[in-house]
Structure formats: structure tokens, C-alpha cells
DNA sequence: GGCTATACATAGTCTTGAAAGGTATTCTCG
DNA sequence: CGAGAATACCTTTCAAGACTATGTATAGCC
């Protein structure tokens, strides 16, 4: 009923920002690329599974990304995401318009006297 | 076709918190509070009518606000909205679960060695 | 053999922000 | 007086996206 939920695992508009930023450093697959982002936010931001893949294959169409399969280093089979130009670009597109909303929407919290 | 839109007028999962904000200062009616948050933000942050008038009447069924029918300054018809002590919990809930999100996100953005 | 961790995937639900359309009134200015 | 801009509200419809739940499969360990 009136349950009001605070505190999604990750502020909504953001996850295709943060996996551009971990692809970014090095190509990755899907369960890495939810561990890094966990572990550099120290526990704080989770991705789930059913937001993760989803947004990987969204990712994939808008020509952001590219997978191949192959093998982890544990002799496991996972797909590994690449950055394209275009997925590059659109990390900077991405992360100039986050900070200027972060700044304009501290503005607007910003406690006045 | 591949229009792939940068720049939502908001970003998602804000709206309440400012919402609460700019009433937390003092009642106000729906029209100020979306000129407020305009202001404030010095023009960068724009709140449509579709969006606003429809996040009130959530805000109003969750018990976070209530509203009254008066007059403005210039001698219109307004709907005025107050902070219940429920919407004022709300908005510190909602304003450090922002910024511990804000700081776990810019620790992901970071750019690492 | 059973357990845990790794790795991927999808169907379904819900919330929410935006677009588009509408009503009505006040004020200004020519 | 008439036109237009600004003020103030509202609703319907849509799309995106994040989460829940569930499922598959395999590797490594005890």
C-alpha cells in the first residue's frame, strides 16, 4: 500500500552514465562491470541484475557498445563489452550534463538563510 | 529514428525532493514553485506542467503536503501547498539519501589513474 | 553430491517525467 | 475595446527505465 520507498539502489538517469565510465577504463563483462561500480561506491550503489543486462542491450542498439563472447579468468563464459567512439562521446556528453545538473539542483537546495 | 536525447529537463527521481524544498521555505502554489525551482537554478533546471501538477497530487495522497484554495498577490486563483511534519521527514530523508547517492556516484565518475 | 559464486537472461510491474492538449482569468497596451 | 501575454490550473497518454522474480548454466570447493 503506502509504502514509500526511499533509497533506490541507484539515482535513475545515472547507470548508463557509470557503465560507459567503467567500459571507459578497460572492456568488461556484464557481472564485472556491476562489481566495479559496487566496489568503487564502497557497497553504496548496487546494480541488479534486471537493471544491468537490460541496459547493456539497450547500450548495444544505440551503437554505445560492442560484446563479444569469450572467457574470463576463471574459465568462465561471459560477454565482454566494449566502448565505441560513439559510447565514448556519449560519456562526455553524458557526464558534462550530470554535473551541471548536480550543481543547478544544489542550487536549489542549497539551505537559504 | 536514433535521436538519442541528452539534456531531461530534470533528472529523474528529484522532483519530490525539490518540490519539498522550495515549500519548505514557505507555502506556495504549483506556478511559484516551478518558477521558484527555475530561478533558484538560474534557468537550468525547467519543471513542465505535466510534470508538476501530477507529482502535487501523488505528493497530496502520500500525505507529504496539503493544499488550500486562495488568492495570489496578483489577485488569482491559486491552490496553495503546505509541508505536513510527514513531507518535512520526507525532505531531510530524501535530501541525505541525494547526497550520500551523489557522493557514491562521483566516486564511480572519478576519473582513476 | 551439494553448496556457493559466477555469469547471463527475460517477463512483468510500477513509477515517473514529458508531450500535448485543454480551460480560465488578469493585465497591459495600442 | 480588442488582442495578446502572462498567470494558473488540469488531464490524458506515452515512453523510459529500474526493480522483482524467476530461470538457466557452469566452475570450483569441500
Same mark, same amino acid.
Given at each position: 500500500?503506502?509504502?514509500?520507498? &526511499? #533509497?533506490?539502489? +541507484?539515482?535513475? *538517469?545515472? /547507470?548508463?552514465?557509470?557503465?560507459?565510465? @567503467?567500459? %571507459?577504463?578497460?572492456?568488461m563483462h556484464g557481472y564485472a562491470?556491476?562489481?566495479?561500480?559496487?566496489?568503487?561506491?564502497?557497497?553504496?550503489?548496487?546494480?541488479?541484475?534486471?537493471?544491468?543486462?537490460?541496459? &547493456? #542491450?539497450?547500450? +548495444?542498439?544505440? *551503437?554505445? /557498445?560492442?560484446?563479444?563472447?569469450?572467457? @574470463?579468468? %576463471?574459465?568462465?563464459?561471459a560477454r565482454f563489452?566494449?566502448?565505441?567512439?560513439?559510447?565514448?562521446?556519449?560519456?562526455?556528453?553524458?557526464?558534462?550534463?550530470?554535473?551541471?545538473?548536480?550543481?543547478?539542483?544544489?542550487?536549489?537546495?542549497?539551505?537559504?538563510?
Open positions: 500500500m503506502g509504502e514509500d520507498n &526511499l #533509497n533506490p539502489d +541507484l539515482l535513475p *538517469g545515472t /547507470l548508463y552514465m557509470m557503465i560507459l565510465r @567503467t567500459l %571507459n577504463q578497460e572492456p562491470i556491476a562489481k566495479r561500480i559496487r566496489d568503487w561506491s564502497k557497497g553504496d550503489l548496487e546494480v541488479e541484475d534486471g537493471s544491468l543486462y537490460p541496459a &547493456l #542491450n539497450r547500450m +548495444l542498439g544505440k *551503437g554505445w /557498445l560492442k560484446a563479444e563472447w569469450g572467457m @574470463t579468468e %576463471n574459465n568462465r563464459r563489452y566494449k566502448l565505441t567512439p560513439a559510447g565514448k562521446k556519449r560519456l562526455e556528453a553524458e557526464s558534462s550534463a550530470f554535473n551541471k545538473m548536480i550543481k543547478a539542483i544544489q542550487l536549489v537546495m542549497r539551505t537559504s538563510s
